[in-house]
């Protein structure tokens, strides 16, 4: 009979330890998972807030599928904020619970490690392609020159920038690679073109001629002529000839060929009003 009470007492004694871990643990746990749900919270707030202004400029340009990208970009990046908060909140939730969680961390770190240093290269050029789009240095569409390459880009990955030239050749960089970038498409371009004439001619009438001529242009192609060319002075001068030089801002993507178009339009104004080239 006393045996009796002694066990009983023993398990109630036993039994109330146990209802105070479990108190105490149920009150971590639930102050772990508003924590948890807090910080993912802000940090979704965050991140739709910084990817607000590229939004709105992929907007703003009717670029819609350099919209998509950032859009995929913000989900990305949502999705690794939240599975780093959830994995965080499970092991607190699991020390919370008095579960002994070292050895799966010391686990964890040394696959962690391994992948770390075989991805290193991967981690690098996916790091760097997301701020190429974060930051919008350039996109799909743009005419750049990367690496003394210049061309239109393709194709902007995570991972990888496509870019075709002139020549229709596709280049290939690594995103982690790259570290300047000229990009031709954002504002206006100015483009010079030389005229030579024989050094006998009027270059007042040849002046005359050839701001009529930028100025005609930029009447007919208002879309890709920015500013009218005009007469900027004399490039150079021999005893044989003179060269003028010419200048106005296009539109980049539309440079070669309003360069093209230039100089048949001063080729057909020249013969029409009997000035030679040199």
Wanted: with cysteine; proline share 2%; net charge neutral.
């Amino acid at each position: 009979m006393y045996l009796n009470e002694i066990g009983i007492t023993f398990l109630a004694i036993a039994w109330q330890q146990y209802a105070e871990r479990a108190g105490e643990a149920a009150v971590k746990i639930a102050v772990i998972l508003v924590g948890y749900l807090v910080a993912r919270f802000v940090i979704f707030r965050l991140v739709d807030r910084l990817f607000a202004p590229s939004l709105a400029k992929a907007a703003e340009l009717a670029v819609r599928a350099r919209s998509a990208r950032i859009r995929a970009l913000q989900t990305v990046l949502k999705s690794a904020a939240g599975f780093t908060l959830g994995l965080v909140a499970a092991i607190m939730i699991l020390q919370a619970a008095g579960i002994n969680i070292t050895p799966l961390i010391m686990s964890a770190s040394v696959a962690g490690l391994a992948v770390g240093v075989g991805a290193q290269k991967l981690v690098r050029d996916v790091i760097a392609g997301f701020f190429i789009l974060m930051e919008d240095q350039y996109g799909v569409g743009d005419h750049v020159t990367i690496g003394g390459v210049a061309g239109v880009v393709e194709e902007l990955g995570m991972r990888t920038t496509r870019i075709r030239d002139a020549g229709g050749r596709l280049y290939i960089f690594a995103n982690g690679d790259i570290a300047q970038v000229c990009n031709l498409s954002r504002g206006k371009l100015r483009v010079s073109m030389d005229i030579a004439v024989p050094a006998s001619m009027d270059l007042d009438r040849v002046i005359s001629v050839l701001n009529e001529v930028g100025d005609s242009i930029a009447r007919d192609c208002p879309q890709e002529v920015l500013e009218p060319f005009r007469y900027e002075g004399l490039a150079q001068v021999t005893g044989a000839t003179a060269t003028l030089r010419l200048e106005g801002s296009v539109v980049p993507a539309y440079q070669e060929a309003v360069r093209m178009e230039m100089n048949a339009r001063i080729r057909e104004a020249f013969m029409k009003h009997e000035i030679q080239l040199a």
